[in-house]
């Protein structure tokens, strides 16, 4: 353990300080009288804050930012979470002081470069994805599903049609799918898919009828392949009076060069802290606007951002038809105004690659490593693909020789030991050791290499000897922490044992 690996309050010296000033009680002060603090108020004891001096507190911060990991650190291949880099003239312009400084009860007219951004960014996104409008009020992804399943709801609550409570989710939807329907009252009926990793037709087909409000969907799906029939799947649902929702998550390989609206959805949303190069992580800030075709515009939650005549911008709450209100203002305006600033920065010519690069890297990595790792669905991918562990994982059970084998926990702490961020892994659940990568389009050839290079070169340590694996990460300051207790009951402050 090296010294500065300890706890700040374990370097505390009785008495030290980082700071000096000139001695005088409050009763020498003027009028301090009126900042007397009722006794009621005061403890008892004074508390136990560590006591060090200002370069010991100054190599706290800057030894436990070294410990996290971030894009800005290095690559980070986290399948299903789009892990771009996000550059740094976003920062620069969501910084500026004419947007830091305002304030959400301000009057329109006096915001109206804000209202602006929140306007081109709805004529931007409408155009990337094929819809007529959007809300930027979600925060997050998952809260943007809540959002437009609530949209989904209140058309055919108005419509009269009160019968439609059902969803259907493919089985490898994300997470948050079935959790965003559960807790907007629906009732999830879950959708098989077939031995191609796709939408299963066949299932899909009785599940339809009139109880159906919809279809959740992600194309690519989250195994990372284009849904070839959602031309037909889009014809049944809408036949059956249902409506399509788009979880636009995984826009990112699409961004360019195909629009869900086009591909027949309805609505979606879209990951602003995923395909737009906002920071996420962390729990937030982020956004999740949700877009929708032209008969569902009267629907979007309030307040909305609309241009008037004279060429000005307001903010309106005609809330007739609205599914409500779901956050307290207009959403989270520093993100959308990041996620502003890149779609500007690539412009129209370049926004057209973005989805072409994040293709090609995934199917680079995919093809370079598919003879060490074993690949389930050996298809074409978009940006992200899954393999099911190793092919060798240096096993030998019932050889007399016994020996574990290395798993996809063993390969994923392996690669910490590199620099390298692991990927998502036992996700999704169609697989039992599943790796799923996503390099985004933001690396070079060089880092994707040396990825490749170490996932080898683990792959090799495994057949050889898995017990590297199984000791790793040899030097991370945490090594295999109970995951379930950690999440659970993590222990987050320091507990004085005195
Ligand atoms: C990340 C993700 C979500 C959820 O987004 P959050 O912003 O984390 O709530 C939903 N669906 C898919 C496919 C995702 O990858």
Redesign the pocket.
């Known amino acids: 353990m090296k010294y500065y690996d300890k706890l700040i309050f374990e370097l505390s010296k009785e008495g030290r300080t980082g700071y000096s000033l000139p001695c005088r009680s409050l009763s020498e002060v003027e009028g301090s009288a009126s900042a007397a603090i009722p006794a009621g108020l005061l403890r008892a004891e004074a508390p136990a804050l560590p006591q060090v001096s200002e370069v010991d507190v100054v190599r706290h911060y800057t030894n436990l930012s070294q410990m996290n990991f971030g894009v800005d650190t290095g690559f980070y291949p986290l399948g299903?979470?789009?892990m771009k880099y996000n550059p740094k003239i976003n920062e620069e312009i969501a910084n500026m002081k004419g947007f830091q400084g305002l304030h959400p009860l301000q009057p329109a007219c006096s915001v109206q470069g804000a209202l602006e951004v929140y306007y081109n960014m709805d004529k931007a996104l409408s155009a990337i994805t094929g819809m007529a409008g959007f809300t930027f009020n979600p925060c997050?992804?998952?809260?943007?599903?809540l959002t437009g399943l609530m949209i989904i709801r209140q058309y055919h609550l108005l419509r009269g049609d009160l019968k439609r409570t059902k969803i259907i989710v493919p089985d490898s939807?994300?997470g948050?799918?079935p959790a965003s329907a559960a807790v907007c009252g629906l009732e999830v009926v879950v959708v098989k898919s077939n031995a191609d990793g796709l939408v299963d037709v066949a299932d899909l087909k009785p599940l339809l009828g009139p109880d159906i409000a919809g279809i959740m969907m992600?194309n690519p799906n989250?195994l990372g392949l284009f849904e070839k029939e959602i031309g037909e799947i889009a014809a049944l649902v809408h036949e059956c009076g249902g409506l399509l929702y788009y979880?636009g998550?995984?826009m990112n390989p699409l961004i360019g060069m195909v629009r869900p609206g086009d591909m027949g959805f309805d609505i979606l949303h879209l990951?602003l802290?995923?395909s737009f190069s906002t920071p996420?992580g962390g729990g937030g800030p982020?956004s999740?606007p949700v877009g929708v075709c032209e008969k569902l515009l009267p629907y979007l939650p309030v307040p909305k951002v609309v241009k008037k005549e004279d060429g000005s911008f307001d903010v309106v709450c005609d809330s007739e038809k609205a599914a409500g209100q779901v956050s307290g203002f207009l959403g989270n305006f520093g993100v959308i105004l990041r996620g502003y600033a890149y779609i500007l920065m690539l412009g129209k010519q370049n926004v057209k690659l973005v989805g072409k690069y994040a293709t090609l890297g995934a199917n680079y990595i995919k093809e370079s490593l598919k003879d060490c790792y074993k690949l389930p669905i050996p298809s074409v991918c978009k940006h992200e693909f899954v393999f099911d562990g190793l092919i060798n994982d240096g096993s030998r059970k019932g050889t007399g020789d016994e020996r574990e084998g290395a798993t996809t926990l063993d390969v994923a702490k392996r690669l910490l030991d590199f620099g390298f961020h692991a990927p998502t892994i036992y996700f999704p659940l169609l697989f039992h050791q599943a790796i799923m990568i996503e390099p985004t389009e933001t690396e070079s050839v060089e880092t994707l290499d040396a990825f490749i290079e170490v996932m080898r070169k683990i792959a090799a340590e495994a057949a050889e000897d898995p017990a590297i694996l199984k000791a790793a990460p040899h030097n991370a300051p945490i090594t295999r922490p109970d995951e379930t207790t950690a999440a659970r009951q993590p222990v987050l402050k320091f507990q004085d044992e005195a």
């Open positions: 299903s979470c789009t997050a992804g998952a809260h943007g599903e939807a994300h948050t799918n992600t989250t979880d998550a995984n990951n802290h995923k996420h982020g999740g």
